[in-house]
């Protein structure tokens, strides 16, 4: 498959180098995106309830 060890080191180089660039690419991406906000289907914030929290 591969002629040479440079060849194959060469393959290898390129392969991490795609993958760093689709990694950066997600990162602008998810960075680019409005962030998602705690609503529920109301659009009234929803607060998690914790388990001690009894409402009276």
């Avoid at 591969?2 to 993958?19: M, N, V």
Wanted: proline content about 4%.
């Amino acid at each position: 498959m591969f002629g040479t060890d440079a060849d194959l080191i060469l393959s290898i180089h390129r392969t991490h180098a795609a993958e760093l660039r689709a990694e950066a690419a997600v990162d602008r991406l998810a960075r680019a995106l409005p962030r998602r906000t705690a609503r529920d289907w109301l659009s009234r914030r929803h607060h998690p309830g914790r388990t001690g929290d009894v409402r009276r």
